[in-house]
């Protein structure tokens, strides 16, 4: 069942028979490749896990419910935590409200499921302040951020390799925790949805090491080349290093860069909010342990 709204619009979860109205949202909207969209759909549980508006049989709006591993603080705790993605709004249908009330269904149905905290990467900077009115978010979570050059041509004895999901996930976990960041754990299975949107875009989800593993990181290739590092993680110290490992698998006249709001002095990034966060209980105990860690949005 649904609440009905002005204009006989109805505001519902997603049911078997949206899938393919679905995947035709995504595409207007987004504009994302066939395989792009098929990758996230299968990742998402969708369409149960989707919360959208429908009017006139066509769905005006929808967002995207994601579980995620858990929300680990520097204490050591970690707590349920869920991501909503992907608002869409067909554009005939803006100006009417129905993203705010899609994204505040979603986030309302989430809590309601057992889910303690509510995260979000706002896709663009303007919409800090609109998610911060309209959905209660607060701003949370921090990346630093460096363009830097093609590297030398790396002359050590480190390696690079593709890492598997589990892999990647275990020392992306380990290597945060140790530094008793406060961060989203995403888990396997999102980390293995970051590994078929790395490869449609020729990038991938790579290892760093000599004698053991010491780095991870995540890339995709733009339409002009250049590599986006959307996740790199390894000692301050070795960082240029990953860069010049990076570059052998995927040469490319500039990177973007990006690493923990502590991390990337040595690379002279940026820092720059990222992602939003509540709790179910509404108080905001989180902010003291900001900036956090989003890491990848699979933006």
Known sequence: MGAAMKNDAILRSGHPEDLS???ALWQDVFGDPPEVIDAFLSFSGAPKTVMLMEEDGDIASAIYTLPMEGLYFPNGTIHPISLTYALATRPKF?????????MNAAIQKSFSEGFLYSAQWPAKD?????YRKTANYLD????RESQVPSPDTYSGTGWIREASAAAYNNFRNNFLQRRKSFFIMFGDTAITLQKKLSACSGGGCYLFGADAVWGCASCEIAGDGT???KELLCPEEKLKEALSLLATVHPAKSYCVRTPADLGYALQGRLRYCGQLQNRGGNSNFLA??????????D
């Open 21 to 23: 109205r679905l995947k």
């Open 94 to 102: 803006r100006g009417r409200g129905y993203g705010k009330q899609v």
């Open 126 to 130: 303007w919409l800090f302040d609109h």
């Open 140 to 143: 949370c979570f921090a990346v």
């Open 227 to 229: 590599v986006l590092v």
């Open 289 to 298: 342990c900001k900036p956090g860690y989003y890491g990848l949005a699979f």
